[in-house]
T-cell receptor
Framework: GQNIDQPTEMTATEGAIVQINCTYQ??????LFWYQQHAGEAPTFLSY????GLEEKGRFSSFLSRSKGYSYLLLKELQMKDSASYLC??????????FGPGTRLSVLP | DGGITQSPKYLFRKEGQNVTLSCEQN?????MYWYRQDPGQGLRLIYY???????QKGDIAEGYSVSREKKESFPLTVTSAQKNPTAFYLC??????????????FGQGTRLTVV
């Protein structure tokens, strides 16, 4: 079967660094994606990993370990506008995107 | 600009009625998807299509129907058989076809409420 899991909620302070973890199980993996979703809005793409290692994009970085079925999203220099849900998803080869339940991040002043 | 457009943004339906949600993309993507999101929850797959005139059921297809007559369009019908249709519906597209697939691009969503 296939499964994807993330923590439900996290809280961090403005200016800090936060790491959001994601674990997954699937037999047809072809890429791990991270999305940001503000309340009432559509998800927007943040990052993509298909090979093991770290991908950096400004204040956001994402890491993947395919052998462990594990990824994390790292957000640096947190800002109030980063308060949102963060969705982890994998692409099932030739099929579709499977999304995790999302992690709701609250950034406090 | 290329993108994916859903309409309407808000939709109200009386119990027992069918309604159709529109989704159009001009990204030249082969694959299109419909997801449902309930408050505080993740995205659940309703239907997806990798090519024109072909589509597959997702995890929660009961009470929904789709068509894919054109590459650009993937409308979703919420039928009266769907017991609890009030939700946020998201349409997405991607280049599809496995390796080299792009990320999913999302429309703005349609919020459906049964009254």
């Amino acid at each position: 079967g296939q499964n994807i899991d993330q923590p439900t909620e996290m809280t961090a302070t403005e200016g800090a660094i936060v790491q959001i973890n994601c674990t997954y199980q699937t037999s047809g993996f072809n890429g791990l994606f991270w999305y940001q979703q503000h309340a009432g809005e559509a998800p927007t793409f943040l990052s993509y990993n298909v090979l093991d290692g770290l991908e950096e994009k400004g204040r956001f970085s994402s890491f993947l370990s395919r052998s462990k079925g594990y990824s994390y999203l790292l957000l640096k220099e947190l800002q109030m506008k980063d308060s949102a849900s963060y969705l982890c998803a994998f692409y099932n080869y030739g099929q579709n995107f499977v999304f995790g339940p999302g992690t709701r991040l609250s950034v406090l002043p | 600009d290329g993108g994916i457009t859903q309409s309407p943004k808000y939709l109200f339906r009386k119990e027992g009625q069918n309604v159709t949600l529109s989704c159009e993309q001009n990204l030249n993507h082969d694959a299109m998807y419909w997801y449902r999101q309930d408050p505080g929850q993740g995205l659940r797959l309703i239907y997806y299509s990798q090519i024109v005139n072909d589509f597959q059921k997702g995890d929660i297809a009961e009470g929904y129907s789709v068509s894919r007559e054109k590459k650009e369009s993937f409308p979703l019908t919420v039928t009266s058989a769907q017991k609890n249709p009030t939700a946020f519906y998201l349409c997405a597209s991607s280049s599809g076809q496995g390796i080299g697939n792009t990320e999913a691009f999302f429309g703005q969503g349609t919020r459906l409420t049964v009254v």
